[in-house]
């Protein structure tokens, strides 16, 4: 088998904590479907962990790439002026203003966006202290793995970066104990307004940064009344509001932007991920006279925001507004959520299912317990699924949450396809299995889907 010997090749040259979400292999893919190194076809519901809304390899994106490698692939934009960065700047600002004047800092990833964030907002304010909540999940890099809340990805790597504050999610799921959900959103904002008392003053606060739906974190879905009472909070002190997209951006949710469903606007927003189908592009956008707040040289660097990247970025943008990506997300989004909610009456290991449009998740739980999280179980489900022609991967700071970041243009068949494995997987794994489940699943193919 070809795939075993990547796998062996990968455990001899890579090392070992470079995570593996998945024991699939990949040489091609095209739409929602990965071919795999032993010529399998293998569905995608992972999207190189949400970065294929617009699909693999779509042919425009494609084209874009090719043609602008023939041009020019680099001249940094610290040394030559090129439009193309000015091009996909205001391509950003037209889908995602952030008032009257909005500016646009480009990247290489998510963690360089939120990296640049903070050094933007710390100038801007001209205050030390970033806020940040449990669960957040906002990269790999030292500042960004500083915000992050996992201890599980960061551990032996500090000292982290000083003046960061952690503060609870409001996770209704874990928390709520019963209260209404405005009740809840209440209560957390008013434990921040004691923060500022009892951990660090609100004058000394540059931000505070939030995942509107956190990713890694396990797809909490942050309250209406909580953002909208941040973003006060944030006005009456001065502090910035950022909000990090990288995971929920460019149709995921059925909008350009998770906050677009909350009629709040951040001060800076963070991107990357699906804005480029898988070149290596993020941006920065925020308020002209806060991005310009930057004192020179402060940010930047050698590739951010090359040419191909932007001629990659400029043809995914045109192509989700083509297919219309955000009534794709919804509607994906819709089919999956009914799906999860039937399989949450059928199966007692769902303790939730959440998520916003086709951010969608469920957790797994032992005993009908939100607290006894059953990370043994997802790890089965995610390799039965391999072994039955789905790419699938976790989340959650326990591990014990499935979810769905799939293309966005997959097809109604292959998506359904797709839930049919997950159900058949949990019939196989769980207590509610029967033969008669298995007779009926047994028979599924696992050749080709
Ligand atoms: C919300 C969020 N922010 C930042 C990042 C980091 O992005 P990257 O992996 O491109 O550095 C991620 C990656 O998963 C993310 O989900």
Excluded at 6 to 24: H, M, W
């Amino acid at each position: 088998m070809k795939s075993e010997e990547i796998l062996a090749r990968r455990k001899q040259f890579v090392p070992d904590a470079i995570g593996i979400f998945n024991p699939s292999t990949a040489v091609s893919a095209k739409g929602a479907l990965i071919t795999d190194a032993d010529g399998k076809e293998m569905i995608d519901f992972a999207g190189g962990i949400g970065v294929v809304n617009a699909g693999h390899c779509p042919a425009p994106v494609v084209e874009a790439i090719a043609a602008q490698a023939a041009k020019l692939i680099h001249c940094s934009f610290n040394v030559a002026t090129y439009d193309l960065y000015m091009q996909l700047a205001e391509k950003l600002v037209s889908l995602l203003p952030h008032g009257e004047h909005t500016k646009v800092m480009l990247t290489n990833s998510g963690a360089e966006s939120v990296e640049n964030a903070i050094k933007i907002a710390r100038q801007a304010t001209g205050r030390p202290a970033v806020i940040c909540y449990g669960g957040a999940f906002h990269g790999r890099t030292m500042m960004s793995m500083t915000l992050t809340s996992k201890v599980g990805y960061k551990l032996g790597c500090g000292p982290f970066a000083p003046e960061v504050y952690r503060i609870p999610f409001p996770d209704y799921y874990h928390e709520g104990n019963g209260a209404d959900l405005d009740t809840f959103s209440d209560k957390h904002l008013r434990d921040l307004e004691d923060f500022f008392h009892t951990n660090v003053p609100a004058s000394q606060v540059a931000a505070i940064i939030m995942e509107p739906v956190q990713g890694e974190g396990g797809f909490n879905v942050v309250p209406q009344k909580y953002l909208k009472g941040l973003r006060k909070l944030c006005d009456k002190y001065g502090i910035l509001l950022i909000l990090d997209e990288v995971q929920s951006g460019f149709g995921r949710t059925g909008k350009w932007a998770a906050y677009q469903h909350y009629d709040v606007i951040p001060d800076i927003s963070t991107w990357a991920k699906s804005m480029g189908s898988g070149m290596p592009i993020g941006a920065v956008m925020g308020k002209a006279h806060i991005m310009d707040a930057c004192k020179p040289s402060t940010i930047g660097g050698t590739y951010p925001g090359n040419p191909v990247c932007c001629a990659a970025s400029l043809a995914t943008l045109d192509y989700m507004e083509e297919i219309n990506i955000n009534a794709l997300g919804a509607r994906v989004g819709q089919i999956v959520r009914d799906r999860f909610n039937a399989f949450k009456k059928q199966f007692s290991a769902i303790g939730d299912v959440r998520g916003l449009g086709a951010m969608m998740a469920f957790e797994l739980i032992k005993n009908n317990d939100p607290f006894q999280p059953d990370a043994d179980l997802c790890k089965k489900l995610i390799s039965y699924c391999a072994d039955h022609g789905l790419i699938v991967i976790n989340a959650g700071i326990n591990g014990n949450i499935i979810r769905v970041l799939s293309p966005l243009v997959i097809e109604e068949s292959l998506l359904k396809k797709g839930l049919d494995i997950i159900e058949a997987g949990l019939h196989r794994l769980t207590k509610d299995y029967t033969d008669e489940a298995t007779n009926e699943y047994n028979h599924m193919s696992t050749k080709s889907v």
